[in-house]
């Protein structure tokens, strides 16, 4: 089946597209790449959809329009990608949509809002779309994320040692995929999002990323601001644990600058590129990880990711590139994955990854053109997944964006 899967992140900078061909094959899922792209939001969009997010109130007037437009952007990507990495022959669109708000209480996730309206999508492709694949996990009991985790245990369980998968997008997430306690997965906190949120603070809004991580690469790191941003409660909560821009959003940058006075912007991003080294650094020790493989936005940046193979010291630190699974269209063929199965009538979630009371089958599916037109239920779910391909099954990533 060839699967579209699209996903817009905590960092809200563009819509991910990524493309693969997926069949089943005894215990296995056979997953071959077929590119990924960036699509950019319409002009607007995104100012107005960072404008709505937490901390800033929002009306419903807002809410739905955000949801219309939002739905309609994820077509016009969808259709991008069916048109320029499938062929026009596409079977079905996976919609992550826009995470909006994730609703936490006492370390408990009541409820979670993706906006994206589908039916945009499948009006506009014809093709099937699954969506809304979090809540089912959050209505079993679990965190709704990291839904990633899915496609991490699958595809490195026959790894040596207690491989870790590293999220580097707005909110940094691993998934411990062996180990003394079995498979684990949680947010271990910021990447991205304090990084681009201090660049807007610092530059007056005139830039929005710290590009190539060059300003943080400029500057020292300081230590008591350093030292108040680890003091952080979040990071002593237990696993699983999820968190997003209800907490690490502007207010809490400024929250965390007071009372220094005037920081220079490359010691400011310095110091948060090291917050988040810090961090994901402490998780993966106290997992026992012996590798880490990281993916997401983040492993372009060369700040960060030096600074997490010093935070890390001698475990080693590699991308997902290098085992045939584009580092920065993981995520989105993650969601092909979970959408895949979803049709096929087999659940998506690891339980000890989410804190859910059992796997669930994910997702709201929206009619295409000719109807469900479903594949029959899959029976056993499978264990392993294998990126097919030639050589090291590395498919080619097209990064154009393009708002048309």
């Given at each position: 089946?060839?699967?579209?899967?699209?996903?817009?992140?905590?960092?809200?900078?563009?819509?991910?597209?990524?493309?693969?061909?997926?069949?089943?094959?005894?215990?296995?899922?056979?997953?071959?790449?077929?590119?990924?792209?960036?699509?950019?939001?319409?002009?607007?969009?995104?100012?107005?959809?960072?404008?709505?997010?937490?901390?800033?109130?929002?009306?419903?007037?807002?809410?739905?329009?955000?949801?219309?437009?939002?739905?309609?952007?994820?077509?016009?990507?969808?259709?991008?990608?069916?048109?320029?990495?499938?062929?026009?022959?596409?079977?079905?669109?996976?919609?992550?949509?826009?995470?909006?708000?994730?609703?936490?209480?006492?370390?408990?996730?009541?409820?979670?809002?993706?906006?994206?309206r589908p039916a945009w999508i499948a009006?506009?492709?014809?093709?099937?779309?699954?969506?809304?694949?979090?809540?089912?996990?959050?209505?079993?009991?679990?965190?709704?994320?990291?839904?990633?985790?899915?496609?991490?245990?699958?595809?490195?369980?026959?790894?040596?040692?207690?491989?870790?998968?590293?999220?580097?997008?707005?909110?940094?997430?691993?998934?411990?995929?062996?180990?003394?306690?079995?498979?684990?997965?949680?947010?271990?906190?910021?990447?991205?999002?304090?990084?681009?949120?201090?660049?807007?603070?610092?530059?007056?809004?005139?830039?929005?990323?710290?590009?190539?991580?060059?300003?943080?690469?400029?500057?020292?790191?300081?230590?008591?601001?350093?030292?108040?941003?680890?003091?952080?409660?979040?990071?002593?909560?237990?696993?699983?644990?999820?968190?997003?821009?209800?907490?690490?959003?502007?207010?809490?940058?400024?929250?965390?600058?007071?009372?220094?006075?005037?920081?220079?912007?490359?010691?400011?991003?310095?110091?948060?590129?090291?917050?988040?080294?810090?961090?994901?650094?402490?998780?993966?020790?106290?997992?026992?990880?012996?590798?880490?493989?990281?993916?997401?936005?983040?492993?372009?940046?060369?700040?960060?990711?030096?600074?997490?193979?010093?935070?890390?010291?001698?475990?080693?630190?590699?991308?997902?590139?290098?085992?045939?699974?584009?580092?920065?269209?993981?995520?989105?063929?993650?969601?092909?994955?979970?959408?895949?199965?979803?049709?096929?009538?087999?659940?998506?979630?690891?339980?000890?990854?989410?804190?859910?009371?059992?796997?669930?089958?994910?997702?709201?599916?929206?009619?295409?053109?000719?109807?469900p037109c479903l594949p029959a239920p899959?029976?056993?779910?499978?264990?392993?997944?294998?990126?097919?391909?030639?050589?090291?099954?590395?498919?080619?990533?097209?990064?154009?964006?393009?708002?048309?």
């Open positions: 089946m060839r699967v579209i899967g699209l996903m817009s992140g905590t960092s809200c900078d563009a819509i991910d597209a990524a493309a693969a061909d997926l069949a089943i094959e005894g215990d296995t899922v056979v997953l071959a790449p077929l590119g990924a792209l960036d699509h950019a939001f319409p002009d607007g969009l995104r100012r107005d959809l960072l404008a709505a997010l937490p901390p800033s109130a929002t009306t419903m007037a807002d809410v739905c329009r955000l949801d219309t437009l939002l739905g309609q952007a994820l077509a016009a990507a969808a259709a991008r990608a069916d048109r320029e990495l499938c062929d026009g022959r596409a079977e079905l669109v996976v919609s992550h949509g826009q995470t909006c708000y994730h609703w936490t209480e006492g370390g408990r996730v009541r409820g979670t809002l993706q906006l994206g009006e506009r492709t014809g093709r099937i779309v699954v969506s809304d694949l979090r809540p089912r996990d959050v209505a079993a009991g679990g965190q709704g994320a990291p839904l990633v985790s899915t496609l991490d245990v699958m595809w490195l369980r026959d790894r040596p040692g207690v491989p870790v998968a590293l999220n580097l997008g707005g909110i940094a997430n691993i998934t411990v995929v062996s180990g003394a306690r079995g498979p684990r997965a949680y947010d271990t906190g910021p990447a991205n999002v304090l990084l681009d949120e201090a660049v807007r603070e610092l530059t007056g809004g005139r830039a929005d990323r710290d590009t190539d991580g060059a300003l943080a690469a400029a500057g020292t790191v300081h230590a008591p601001l350093l030292e108040r941003l680890l003091a952080e409660p979040y990071y002593a909560l237990p696993a699983p644990r999820t968190t997003g821009r209800e907490l690490f959003n502007p207010a809490y940058l400024r929250a965390a600058l007071a009372g220094f006075g005037h920081l220079a912007a490359e010691d400011v991003l310095a110091t948060l590129t090291e917050l988040t080294a810090r961090t994901v650094a402490d998780a993966v020790r106290a997992e026992g990880g012996t590798e880490v493989i990281a993916s997401g936005g983040g492993t372009r940046n060369p700040a960060l990711m030096a600074a997490l193979g010093r935070a890390l010291d001698g475990v080693p630190v590699r991308t997902s590139d290098d085992l045939g699974l584009p580092s920065g269209a993981k995520e989105a063929l993650a969601f092909a994955l979970l959408g895949f199965l979803t049709v096929h009538g087999l659940p998506g979630t690891v339980p000890s990854c989410t804190g859910a009371r059992h796997a669930s089958v994910l997702g709201s599916i929206t009619p295409g053109r000719c109807g899959g029976g056993e779910a499978p264990t392993r997944l294998r990126v097919a391909g030639t050589g090291r099954s590395r498919a080619p990533e097209i990064r154009i964006p393009d708002a048309n």
